[in-house]
């Protein structure tokens, strides 16, 4: 198992541009997540899904935008970069929804200028 | 998520256990308890849980005090690799909200020295 994993591991993108975090797990986990974690800062929820089809909000939604047309795959795009989405992107996933067993993707870490 | 207490920081010398303690004294029935860890500039690892059992898998041992309100995770022989942010986190197992966001605490810093 390769666990959950993301793409890529670093990206500056300019202020204006977009671009897609990918996400994937492949232990057919029916719940994954998108974080953000700023420096010395704990995590933030940005979207969520707990399956094929269904995502929702989290607690810092704007900016972002998220599908989950498989169980594996969990991409989460950018729609138009700002200097403030500079940030540590965690993706996450679990058996359950609403488990707290939940297992990470390496991050993404993302600048933009 | 029910209120944890961690000291800052610890050390521990290479090849020896690493006890972390964490202090829940408002857990409730249905609320286990959840450690995590973060090495530096990687994603948070899921390490183990447990609700009133000692609870023991390849990574570390997890001892919870008989009126479970507080608990010690045991890293049996600590490596450099273990120099980590290490979280506490009480709730229940699952349903707990439909957004399922972990919040983690300020947690211990572990430093494992040679």
């Known amino acids: 198992n390769a666990g959950v994993t993301q793409t890529p591991k670093f990206q500056v993108l300019k202020t204006g541009q977009s671009m897609t975090l990918q996400c994937a797990q492949d232990m057919n986990h029916e719940y994954m997540s998108w974080y953000r974690q700023d420096p010395g800062m704990g995590l933030r929820l940005i979207h969520y899904?707990?399956?094929?089809?269904?995502?929702d909000q989290g607690e810092v939604p704007n900016g972002y935008n998220v599908s989950r047309s498989t169980t594996e795959d969990f991409p989460l795009r950018l729609l138009s970069a700002a200097p403030s989405q500079t940030s540590v992107y965690f993706c996450?996933?679990?058996?359950?929804?609403?488990?707290?067993?939940?297992?990470f993707g390496p991050g993404t870490r993302l600048t933009v200028t | 998520d029910a209120k944890t207490t961690q000291p800052p920081s610890m050390d521990c010398a290479e090849g020896r256990a690493a006890n972390l303690p964490c202090n829940h004294s408002?857990?409730?029935?249905?609320?286990?308890v959840y450690w995590y860890r973060q090495i530096h500039s990687q994603g948070p690892q899921y390490i183990i849980h447990?609700?009133?059992n000692n609870e023991t898998n390849e990574m570390a041992s997890l001892i919870i005090t008989e009126d479970r309100k507080s608990s010690t995770l045991i890293l049996p022989h600590a490596t450099l690799r273990d120099t980590a942010v290490y979280y506490c986190?009480?709730?229940?197992?699952?349903?707990?909200?439909?957004?399922?966001?972990?919040?983690f605490g300020g947690g211990t810093r572990l430093m494992v020295k040679p």
């Open positions: 447990g609700l009133k």
């Open positions: 899904s707990v399956g094929a089809g269904i995502t």
């Open positions: 986190i009480v709730r229940p197992r699952t349903g707990y909200n439909a957004g399922n966001m972990l919040t």
């Open positions: 996450a996933s679990s058996a359950l929804a609403g488990g707290s067993e939940q297992y």
């Open positions: 408002t857990i409730s029935g249905n609320e286990y």
